[in-house]
């Protein structure tokens, strides 16, 4: 395994994104719902949650795209749905990585439907050159090569998610 991000980078970017959302929602008054994208957001939002200083919320959400883990088809399905009733509030979905954008296509659609407040996202991760559909997170840990990284959640097969840096895994 290669580090890519270490445990150290990744514990000061959440904290500065942190610090970056809070100033966002400054604001606001009622409570944000803070949607995690199972499962490979849960550390994420874990660490960025207790960098976050306003009242808040949090439900989760699980989405998949049909095939194997490492291709998205583009067919990205709701596989769980919140528990919130999200209209007329303040919604901040929280992904591991933005790929192909599909997923995040997917969330937009489903939940703009429900009439929210505002609806933002932030991912940890950022794929650029893979994407296929027009999407892009409104705040971003950190914008990486194409390479299939794992660890601080993100899984390879269902594994690795517990590594506290992230890896690539050597082929
Ligand atoms: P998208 O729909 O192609 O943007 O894919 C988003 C989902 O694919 C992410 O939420 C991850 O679950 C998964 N994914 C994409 N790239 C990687 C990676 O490099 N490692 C682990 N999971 C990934
Ligand atoms: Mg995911």
Do not use: C
């Amino acid at each position: 395994m290669n580090t890519l991000l270490s445990a150290e980078e990744l514990a000061h970017r959440v904290q500065s994104l942190g610090e970056t959302i809070t100033e966002h929602y400054a604001h606001v008054d009622e409570p944000i719902i803070m949607v995690g994208v199972l499962r490979g957001s849960f550390i994420f939002m874990a660490d960025l949650i207790r960098q976050f200083d306003r009242p808040v919320i949090v439900d989760f959400m699980s989405a998949s795209s049909y095939g194997d883990e490492t291709v998205s088809s583009g067919v990205v399905k709701l596989k769980q749905d919140l528990g919130e009733n999200i209209e007329g509030r303040h919604v901040l979905v929280v992904e591991d990585i933005v790929d192909t954008g599909h997923t995040l296509r997917k969330l937009r659609t489903v939940l703009e439907a429900r009439n929210p407040a505002s609806l933002k996202f932030v991912s940890l991760l950022d794929k650029p050159s893979r994407r296929e559909a027009d999407e892009a997170a409104d705040w971003v840990g950190f914008t990486i090569e194409d390479h299939f990284v794992v660890g601080y959640g993100l899984d390879a097969a269902g594994l690795e998610r517990n590594i506290p840096f992230i890896g690539v895994m050597e082929t």
